[in-house]
């Protein structure tokens, strides 16, 4: 950062500086910004995207509104496709993209933070007209990676300040309100089922609504890529087991509830009364395990097509502010 | 076709007939036929498209073999993507494309005959190297719909006389061999619950399978789309006590079996005597409602990894005969 405000100082960076610094012609750096990349090889692609990020250029209004040829083809980064969450959310996103005549295509970032970069260069350097991300990486992450000027939505990640539309949903609300119903029953202890903490902030956010209920509580973390079923479901018997307090297991992925909670009623450990269950739940699938336990279900799909009508709102070049848009889950 | 004959005869089409009917340049229809696409209206992509298929326009080797730009991307149309057997499919062709410098993008056909049709118009119009296709369309439509020259692979159907590889899983061998253990066992009546069998020729296969050992069945066909889980659960009830013969229940689809084979056991309907289940399983996660069951699991990430395999053989050139590989089940 430093030598880049050493070398520039706070001149205007051109894009013909662009154009020097990367050997190539300014057509070639506008063709670039404008999205035209069939013609041009990876590398002269890499070498522009390079020179934009030494130089720290920004394109000029004028630059963005050449006329671009639009593919109609709008990529979404999904986290991980294997979730029924980020699917029914594509569903959603392409409904309301098809409308208006465009089309859906997914990535698969696979809970991988070093893969969803590579995807967004991919997205940045081909033919997209817009990006729509379930991102993990960080804002900054994402802004040096999409060099391309192009409309981007963030669906389902809540960020702090964010430079782009957001989709979201009451994460911390609906887990807050879910415990208050069980504490008001008399739990005073949760053993929480998630996977990695520190991958997104949506799971952070369900976290910190529990907490702000009933304080007492085991985290039980889940690897999304390779777990012994059978140990996992070892430590929540030994968690339930441990303590005489009222407890509810709180899961904060469907997953979690379809792959432990099953056996769990079999061994009769859970009576609603001592041991009780709920968490979010996207497909219904959980609920054809037990019909009393009450669930938070979210609305993938909804999610989908609000994100999918912001999209399109930016390509028809409507102007739109970086809003946050909240779908609230429901309880119970 | 009648008419075709009656124009053009049997006598060679060139590709300047497909530009004089299209009113195009001879530049333009190769340009087509290379999936250099980008420069090139949707319009007019669909003109040259139209004057290929009324000419009956076959290109040559030396069109055919013109330098083609790479985009680098292969894209996937699955059947339907709220099915772990498509999403972890694509994550397995992923990973083999990916060892070769392809990404692999995925196309939604949500078990919709039109839709997939319209995808793989959008698929044959813009810069993909290649496409995997999960088809529900015939082979004669997929022909007249992906005009431009491409490698071409199908993953999980299995196709009479397919004119591309193809890569299946022994649906007819493993849901007989399942059957017959039942049969051994004394049961001697099945309730088979599926998707709409018309639709899928690989629910099909495992139909006859089961068929050709117990033809006493009952076939419960539920649609994906919608259903009322509460008639379905009553009809499968009313079902199993409908007869005093030793019942399986067979499960085409994971999803059938996690949606309602619970409740049966809470029910006590299931005992493993009178009443057994089994049924494809793709995630493991039935296996989590009763450990006893015995179940059918495919290997889609193998399929998935099979068939990007034989999608980078292609895109390198190297010859591929319409081969047919068969990624195995296992029961038990």
């Known amino acids: 950062m430093e030598k880049k405000s050493q070398k520039h100082g706070n001149s205007v960076v051109k894009m013909r500086d662009v154009a020097a610094l990367a050997d190539v012609s300014i057509a070639t750096v506008s063709r670039y910004l404008n999205g035209n990349l069939d013609r041009m090889s990876t590398e002269t692609a890499n070498r522009v995207a390079d020179a ?44 309301m993209l098809e409308s208006k005549g465009y089309v859906g295509v997914l990535f698969d970032s696979n809970s991988d933070l070093d893969r969803e970069k590579r995807l967004m260069q991919i997205v940045s350097n ?25 409309p981007i939505v963030i669906a389902d990640r809540e960020i702090e300040q964010s430079p782009w539309p957001q989709i979201v949903t009451n994460n911390y609300e609906i887990a807050r309100q879910a415990t208050q119903y069980y504490k008001d029953k008399g739990f005073k202890r949760v053993i929480m089922i998630t996977s990695s903490l520190t991958m997104a902030a ?99 799909y909804l999610i989908g097509a609000d994100s999918g009508e912001v999209m399109v709102n930016l390509l028809e070049g409507k102007k739109q502010e970086p809003e946050k848009i909240i779908v609230p889950a429901k309880f119970g």
Do not use: C
């Open 52 to 95: 934009i990020d030494k130089l720290n250029y920004v394109p000029n209004s004028a630059a963005r509104q050449m006329v671009k040829k639009s593919s109609g083809l709008v990529a979404v980064i999904a986290g991980n496709i294997d979730d029924f969450f980020s699917t029914e959310m594509f569903k959603g996103i392409n409904a």
């Open 126 to 150: 081909q033919i997209f007209d817009g990006a729509i991300l379930q991102p993990y990486n960080a804002v900054s992450v994402i802004q040096d990676t999409i060099k391309r000027p192009m």
């Open 202 to 300: 949506n799971r952070r956010d369900r976290y910190y609504g529990i907490q702000s209920v009933i304080n007492n509580i085991d985290v039980l973390e889940v690897s999304e890529k390779s777990y012994n079923h059978k140990k996992v479901l070892q430590q929540l018997v030994t968690l339930i087991n441990g303590s005489q307090e009222d407890t509810l297991i709180f899961a904060l992925k469907e997953r979690w509830l379809t792959e432990f909670i099953p056996r769990l009623f079999y061994k009769g450990l859970i009576d609603d009364k001592h041991v009780a269950v709920t968490g979010f739940s996207d497909t219904g699938t959980a609920q054809y395990i037990d019909p009393k336990t009450k669930l938070i279900s979210q609305d993938p």
